[in-house]
């Protein structure tokens, strides 16, 4: 009878036990399909198995922004990030998910973090550090990296929606010279200039994004409020 225990043993323990790896791949599966709430569960259960695994928590917290629970996914890249602390995916996406509950402020700090962790001295620096910075850290190093251009542009709407339109100012010229979504930038920065009262500069802007980018909200800028 002994070969019988050691079967029973097998079975509840090691010998049945599925491997970190198999989980994250059984839960993509499962997100592929749409059931988030299941690859959910298998997520955990591969972050039970392997701490470490860093894409566990990643797609578990892109399940949670699947069924809209923005608060429960900065939650999993919390998790991500106690681990890795300058893992530039989590911080760009749970800066994303703070910025959807209007949690702004928290959502700028989300991005300043993912800009130091790319190898940003000071998020407020001058544009001339700014341009040397981006030179040196567009290059992607891993599958958790985000452009440098990317973050800087969300961080300049961030900085709109928290009405500090000079902070996102520069954010969006740093974004034009790299020719990043030039269209939208030029009617951002139209944005800008018309809170400053500066009618011209506005509409200068908002041609700009309009005539050579097809901008649509600049269109209706420029209707509005230039001749």
Aim: aromatic fraction near 14%.
């Amino acid at each position: 009878m002994k070969w019988y225990y050691i079967v029973l043993i097998c079975l509840s323990t090691s010998c049945n036990t599925k491997t970190a790896e198999e989980y994250l791949q059984e839960g993509h599966a499962a997100g592929v399909t749409g059931n988030y709430t299941q690859a959910i569960a298998l997520f955990d259960k591969a972050i039970a198995t392997d701490p470490q695994l860093k894409e566990a928590y990643i797609k578990k917290a892109f399940s949670y922004e699947n069924l809209k629970k923005d608060k429960a996914a900065v939650a999993a890249y919390k998790a991500l990030l106690a681990i890795d602390t300058a893992n530039t995916r989590a911080l760009f996406s749970a800066a994303r998910c703070c910025y959807r509950m209007k949690q702004f402020t928290e959502a700028i700090s989300f991005y300043n973090k993912a800009l130091q962790a790319k190898g940003i001295i000071h998020p407020t620096d001058t544009m001339n550090r700014k341009q040397i910075t981006i030179s040196r850290a567009t290059k992607a190093t891993n599958g958790f990296d985000v452009p440098l251009y990317e973050i800087y542009f969300n961080r300049g709407i961030a900085y709109y929606a928290n009405l500090q339109y000079p902070m996102g100012f520069y954010d969006f010229e740093t974004c034009i010279a790299q020719n990043y979504l030039p269209g939208d930038c030029n009617y951002f920065i139209g944005l800008y200039w018309l809170n400053k009262q500066d009618a011209k500069k506005a509409c200068e802007s908002f041609r700009v994004a309009a005539v050579l980018y097809g901008n649509a909200e600049a269109r209706k800028q420029l209707l509005q409020h230039c001749k």
